[in-house]
Nanobody, 124 residues
Framework: QVQLVESGGGLVQAGGSLRLSCAASGRTFSLYAMGWFRQAPGNEREFVARISWRGSSTYYADSVKGRFTLSRDNAKNTVYLQMNKLKPEDTAVYYC?????????????????WGQGTQVTVSS
């Protein structure tokens, strides 16, 4: 019903920047919010940030607040995650997710659709 495709991951040095993209297709009109999660080897998938599908309300995890910024391009049905001042601990697979309801948006269980993930590696 909704398909998500992430892109923009790669290898950067600590202190560098990357911009991740999440392109949504299908029945995007039904979406409430888009979120980003990340998962490092041996760790649980953790919440990073989310943005409302309509409007521009955003919320960030404390670990990335002040460094990461969400934005949305309505014409392209695409959400962007600008990541600045990257740290080695930011290294993870980053997943884009879409939610149909305004609940549990800081938890994995609150999202209905997921992208395939894109690798972000930050070298020290």
């Amino acid at each position: 019903q909704v398909q998500l495709v992430e892109s923009g991951g790669g290898l950067v040095q600590a202190g560098g920047s990357l911009r991740l993209s999440c392109a949504a297709s299908g029945r995007t009109f039904s979406l409430y919010a888009m979120g980003w999660f990340r998962q490092a080897p041996g760790n649980e998938r953790e919440f990073v940030a989310r943005i409302s599908w309509r409007g521009s309300s955003t919320y960030y995890a404390d670990s990335v607040k002040g460094r990461f910024t969400l934005s949305r391009d309505n014409a392209k049905n695409t959400v962007y995650l600008q990541m600045n001042k990257l740290k080695p601990e930011d290294t993870a697979v980053y997943y884009c997710a879409a939610s149909l309801a305004p609940r549990r948006l800081w938890e994995r269980e609150g999202y209905d659709y997921w992208g395939q993930g894109t690798q972000v590696t930050v070298s020290s």
